[in-house]
Each structure stands twice: as C-alpha cells, then as structure tokens.
C-alpha cells in the first residue's frame, strides 16, 4: 500500500523463480520442518539458485517453512512452490507438524512442549 | 513422505515434530517483544504477499491488475530436542490481514492474545478473533512501564473475556515472564483437550 508500483507489475518478479506457477505440489505447513542430505545439496546444484540455497540451509540445521523463505527473503508463497517441488523431486524430506487427530498423539505432543518449557 | 524422498534426503532418521503457540494482539503491543524473550534466534521476518482487496489467498498473480501488499509475519524457535522444535508467531498487527491469522493458527497448539492496558480497546477485535475459533488461548496482559495498573478482573469484565479463557499478567521483555505465558498456553490447551474428550465444557484453568 502507498508503495511506488512497479510498472511490470510488482508481482511478477516474485514467481518468476517458480515460473509463474502460484499452486505448491502439496500444502505444506508455515511449522514444517525440512531436511536435506549432502547428497540433496549436491543434486541442488542443478536445481537453480533458489532451491540450492535452500538445499544449503536445510542442510546445516533441519528449518522450517517460515525460516525458509524468511532467510532466503522468497516471500512465503513462493517459498512454498520451491519447497513442495523439492520435497516431491527427493532433494528435502518433510517431517510432520503436530498432530491435529487423536486425543493420546495430542496430548503427548503438548507434554512434551510443556516439559521443554520449563526447561528453558 | 514416500519411500524415494526418504531415502535421498533423509540425513535424520528421526521425524522431526514441530509445534507452534500463536502470540495474536494489536499493533505495536509487543508480540515480537514477546517472541524475542525466548527464541533461540532472533525473531525472523517472513512475508506473504496479497491482494490489496483482501483474499484470503497468498495468490495475487492471478489477478494483476490489483494493488499487492506486504503482510510481515515475525516468529521465533526454540529447539527443545533433536526431535522436537516449537515455533512461535505473531500475527500481523492490522486487523485486515486476519485470512492470514487462519493460515497462522491452523495446527497451533494455542494462542496468547497479548492486551496492552493503555489501548485496552485494541484487544476487541483479536479476541472476538479466537471467540469464533476452536483453539485454545489464554489472555496475557502486557505490563509496560508507566502504564495503568488495573486489576485483571477489571480487565476480564472491560474485555468480556469468558471465564474458562485463562488471564495473566506478563512483562513482554522478560524470560521467565514469557516462559511462564507459554506454560499457561500449553496447560490451558491440555485442559481443553481434556474437556473434549470427556465432552464437558473446558475447565477454569489458572
């Protein structure tokens, strides 16, 4: 808002890196928490700029989503699209946020947090 | 996650689970502050971009012709194992942006709906937010220097906060403060649970 426009459309520089595609391959959550192997890093070589860097960080330390497009400064849109391609193409594994189903799941999940809590 | 995926990409053997608790309130009343206290690192940014008209859609290429804005979302980690990793969001300040308070919240464990005394107004529109939401949220009362002082149950019947809805006093800059705010967040969110389960309404918790 109140921002100078971009005659090009301030949109289109964003998802050129995901050649204009905006639907990711699979929803993935803001929380999840991605991985990548040497290997992953190595085959990202070939992938393009962006999903490289990614590759790189997950690599260093697991990262989610959020961390993910924040320390690549993708917005979180764009982000997604890379992530859901590399997840699907084998260059990073997806771990699961918590549990939305089962009352045992759940509450193990929340015992867990409040046990690391208190630990802080 | 399949097979193939799993075998090129899986350093870790172990699933990584990862929780979130969403701090929600007005502008500038110290959620960032908040996130900060605790976080391992310092509170990241993350942008979404969207339509000026308010989709409730991360998506504004299909429709070029509008103007885009930038919705900054800040948050924090704590690692808490090597199999476990909890994150902490704020929600964008502007009320307008509240689809992406539902992308937020999706999966979160529970809410903290920070209220600062001197804009006690702000707090209306988060907390009919979370009235209208099944998620668990606790209301926790920033303390600045220099603001007013009320008693939290004058707060509780100035804001129209349920009664089952837990209400703390909290200083935003301080550790154990904020540790203590997400403690009530995740007990108050077992309880919950534990209602449900046994069909009863939630129970006054704090």
């Keep these: 808002m109140g921002q100078p426009q971009d005659p090009r459309g301030n949109l289109v520089r964003p998802y050129a890196v995901t050649r204009g595609r905006t639907e990711p391959r699979r929803d ?71 549990p939305k189903k089962g009352f045992t799941e759940r509450m193990d999940l929340l015992e867990r947090v409040l046990s690391g809590l208190r630990k802080l | 996650m399949d097979f193939a995926s799993s075998e090129r990409a899986g350093a870790q053997p172990r699933e990584i689970t990862s929780a979130k608790i969403v701090i929600a309130g007005g502008f500038g009343v110290g959620k960032t502050t908040l996130v900060g206290s605790v976080s391992e690192i310092e509170p990241l940014t993350t942008e979404a971009l969207m339509t000026s008209a308010g989709q409730g859609v991360d998506d504004a290429s299909k429709v070029p012709g509008k103007e885009t804005t930038t919705v900054a979302m800040d948050f924090g980690r704590i690692t808490m194992a090597d199999d476990l990793i909890l994150y ?23 809410a903290a709906v920070l209220v600062d005394t001197r804009r006690i107004a702000d707090a209306f529109a988060p907390l009919d937010y979370f ?30 906060i349920p009664p089952h809805v837990p209400l703390v006093l909290c200083d935003a800059r301080h550790r154990d403060s904020v540790k203590g705010v997400l403690v009530q967040v995740v007990e108050h969110a077992m309880a919950t649970l534990v209602a449900e389960q046994s069909g009863g309404y939630p129970a006054v918790v704090g």
Excluded at chain 1, 39 to 56: L, M, T, W
Excluded at chain 1, 66 to 74: C, F, K, Q, S, V
Excluded at chain 2, 89 to 104: A, H, I, N, V
Excluded at chain 2, 132 to 157: G, K, Q, S, T
């Design chain 1, 28 to 98: 993935i959550p803001i929380e999840a928490v991605l991985v990548a192997s040497q290997a992953a890093v190595q085959e990202a070589r070939f992938a393009g700029h962006d999903k490289y860097r990614i590759a790189v960080l997950c690599e260093a330390k697991p990262q989610s989503l959020a961390e993910i497009a924040a320390l690549t400064r993708l917005p979180l849109g764009v982000g997604r699209v890379l992530v859901a391609d590399m997840v699907a193409d084998g260059l990073l594994s997806l771990h699961s946020a918590a």
């Design chain 2, 88 to 110: 902490l969001f704020g929600t964008p300040g502007q009320t307008r942006f509240w689809f992406m308070w539902d992308e937020l919240i999706r999966g979160a464990v529970g």
């Design chain 2, 131 to 160: 009235e209208n939401r099944h998620l668990p949220y606790i209301v926790a009362l920033n303390c600045f220097d220099n603001a007013p002082r009320y008693e939290p149950d004058e707060v509780r019947e100035a804001l129209a």
